[in-house]
């Protein structure tokens, strides 16, 4: 059975940096792409970017391009993101999410984290 | 970018009730597109893909249809259960967008 489980809530300071992890299991982790995206209070849902747990190529959404980083450990089967340089604009929830197509760039999301709430505030 | 708009924003209907929800797409997608639902501190379920293939484990009162820039979700029959926001994406483009939103409610 396949599970993704996230790391627990966050509060930052505007201009901190937050660490999401992303432990998978259930599946083989380095045979499915695994994908970021967050969702501000009753916002719709934000494609990040996504990572090939394979060989570790990220691609990001130019929105985040610079201060937004995937990685993944494979012996641990666990992908992180990283996200700097925070504002009040980046709170959210954030989930991981796996690609259904394996690495293809063009993918939806079968399984999904249970989500990370990240708070911005002075 | 490609962007998604869904209507209605919001929706009521009964038990038992045939409902349909639309999403457009700014360009073309051809069949490029998923549905989710969405409940109320939950994470995302996908629903369809390639617009009309049902995900594995999804009830099958939930289909789907469309191509090019319209795209439908249907229930055939509404359960209680369906009360949830649901949420299409377009992956025709690797900048992979989201609707909106339309938010079911079940009376």
């Known amino acids: 059975q396949v599970h993704l489980v996230q790391s627990g809530a966050e509060v930052k300071k505007p201009g901190a940096s937050v660490k999401v992890s992303c432990k998978a299991s259930g599946y083989s982790f380095t045979t499915y792409a695994m994908h970021w995206v967050r969702q501000a209070p009753g916002q719709r849902l934000e494609w990040m970017g996504w990572i090939n747990t394979g060989n570790g190529n990220t691609k990001y959404s130019q929105s985040f391009q610079g201060r937004f980083t995937i990685t993944g450990d494979t012996s641990a089967t666990t992908a992180y993101m990283e996200l700097s340089s925070l504002t009040s604009e980046d709170t959210a929830v954030y989930y991981c999410a796996r690609g259904r197509f394996m690495f293809q760039p063009l993918n939806v999301f079968d399984y999904w984290g249970q989500g990370t709430l990240v708070t911005v505030s002075p | 970018d490609i962007q998604m708009t869904q209507s209605p924003s919001t929706l009521s209907a009964s038990v038992g009730d045939r409902v349909t929800l639309a999403c457009r797409a700014s360009q073309s997608i051809s069949r490029w597109l998923a549905w989710y639902q969405q409940k109320p501190g939950k994470a995302p379920e996908l629903l369809i893909y390639d617009a009309s293939s049902l995900e594995s484990g999804v009830p099958s009162r939930f289909s789907g249809s469309g191509s090019g820039t319209e795209f439908t979700l249907t229930i055939s029959s509404l359960q209680p259960d369906d009360s949830a926001t649901y949420y299409c994406?377009?992956?025709?483009?690797?900048?992979?967008?989201f609707g909106p939103g339309t938010k079911v409610d079940v009376k």
């Open positions: 994406q377009q992956y025709n483009n690797p900048l992979l967008t």
